[in-house]
């Protein structure tokens, strides 16, 4: 900031074609940015890349105009979790990726969103795998315009690290009826996440107090776990 400002911003959706057109693809939520009040000089946008993967090399800032034309900018310095970039005026900003960049593990986030037992006792915990510089308070809003008070966000420890159309599956060490679909199942990075739709669906006959869930790479090694949580769920 420059001094006292006041900023508003929200996501937007990509357009993907005009990235395909130019050999990018998203790497992150594509924010615009209103300043009310003062000004401001520098953005700090977050990505998910890991310094030892090499990923951060192929990033980029996509400044997109009110016209919607679209150029590409390379970052004032790029840090361990956001990139810096000096502006002079307001639009649209997001990081994007080369599309032919080499594929590598990125941080990424487990999301938990539990839809209560019904009058049969039967439940569903949707589990959702996203980058992890999305919003969470816009995966919350989104859920629950779609769910209601039928779901709820259960919060814990989100954090592993994902790699882009890797398959994997995810299962539990419960003994009582229940049924995971799909069986397996690719982490899409930021190609189709925009819906928050759930990666994996654990569907459960009873009610159930706790369960501890295990994600995985499929037909990776057996003992090699990329996420490992006890979770408890709430009855009503």
Same mark, same amino acid.
């Given at each position: 900031m420059e001094g006292e400002a006041e900023v508003l911003y929200m996501t937007v959706p990509w357009d993907r074609r005009l990235l395909s #057109?130019?050999?990018?693809?998203? /790497?992150g939520p594509l924010f615009k940015f209103t300043? *009310?009040?003062? !000004?401001?000089? #520098? *953005? %700090? *946008?977050? %990505?998910?890349?890991? %310094? !030892?993967?090499?990923?951060? $090399? &192929?990033? !980029? @800032? /996509?400044? @997109?105009?009110?016209? $919607?034309?679209?150029? &590409?900018?390379?970052? %004032?310095e790029t840090r361990e979790t956001h990139v810096i970039l000096n502006i002079t005026q307001f639009s649209k900003y997001g990081i994007t990726k080369d599309k032919e960049a080499p594929v590598s593990p990125i941080r990424a986030l @487990?999301?938990?969103f539990y839809q209560l037992p019904d009058d049969n006792n039967n439940s569903t915990l949707n589990v959702l795998l996203l980058p992890r510089n999305v919003d969470i308070d816009e995966v919350c809003k989104t859920r629950r315009t779609r769910n209601g008070d039928r779901e709820i966000y259960?919060?814990?420890?989100?954090?592993?690290?994902?790699?882009?159309? #890797?398959?994997?599956?995810?299962?539990?060490d419960l003994t009582v009826e229940h049924h995971i679909d799909p069986k397996k199942a690719e982490f899409v990075d930021y190609d189709s996440?925009?819906?928050?739709?759930?990666? &994996? #669906? *654990?569907?459960?006959?009873?009610v159930v107090e706790e369960v501890n869930l295990l994600l995985k790479e499929h037909e990776g090694p057996e003992n090699e776990r990329v996420w490992d949580r006890l979770v408890s769920l709430p009855g009503n």
């Open positions: #057109q130019n050999g990018k693809r998203p /790497a300043c *009310l009040k003062g !000004s401001v000089c #520098q *953005l %700090h *946008l977050p %990505h998910c890349e890991i %310094h !030892s993967e090499g990923g951060r $090399d &192929f990033l !980029s @800032v /996509a400044h @997109v105009t009110d016209d $919607d034309s679209m150029e &590409f900018l390379l970052p %004032h @487990v999301l938990l259960i919060e814990k420890n989100p954090n592993c690290r994902l790699t882009q159309d #890797q398959e994997y599956t995810l299962s539990t996440y925009t819906n928050y739709m759930p990666t &994996f #669906q *654990l569907c459960l006959k009873t």
